[in-house]
Nanobody
Framework: QVQLVESGGGLVQAGGSLRLSCAASGRTFSTYPMGWFRQAPGKEREFVAS????????NYADSVKGRFTISRDNAKNMVLLQMNSLRPEDTAVYYC?????????????????????WGQGTQVTVSS
């Protein structure tokens, strides 16, 4: 059974940093893209960042470019999201996701409909 478990969320002041982790189990994730999404209260779930299985390609939402960095450790079946210069508008539940379909080494989809497996989410709250 595929499982994704996020950790690392919490409360931080504006301008601070957090690092989110996602541990994957149930299959070998090293050949699949991984993504981070977030959902704020009353809003739809939105794309944050994605990374190809090779780590060769990454994509970021415009709102987080230059502040967030996605990375992965295939040996440990983990994906990380380093978040710096956090803003109150970054407050949301953050979800890790993976695809069921294999992509090429540059494939890092941004559409949440392309992701099949989801974690339970971790809360990130940024105070002003």
């Amino acid at each position: 059974q595929v499982q994704l478990v996020e950790s690392g969320g919490g409360l931080v002041q504006a301008g601070g940093s957090l690092r989110l982790s996602c541990a994957a189990s149930g299959r070998t994730f090293s050949t699949y893209p991984m993504g981070w999404f977030r959902q704020a209260p009353g809003k739809e779930r939105e794309f944050v960042a994605s990374i190809s299985w090779s780590g060769f390609s990454t994509n970021y939402a415009d709102s987080v470019k230059g502040r967030f960095t996605i990375s992965r450790d295939n040996a440990k079946n983990m994906v990380l999201l380093q978040m710096n210069s956090l803003r109150p508008e970054d407050t949301a539940v953050y979800y890790c996701a993976s695809t069921r379909t294999a992509y090429g080494k540059s494939g890092s989809p941004v559409n949440l409909l392309e992701y099949d497996y989801w974690g339970q989410g971790t809360q990130v709250t940024v105070s002003s």
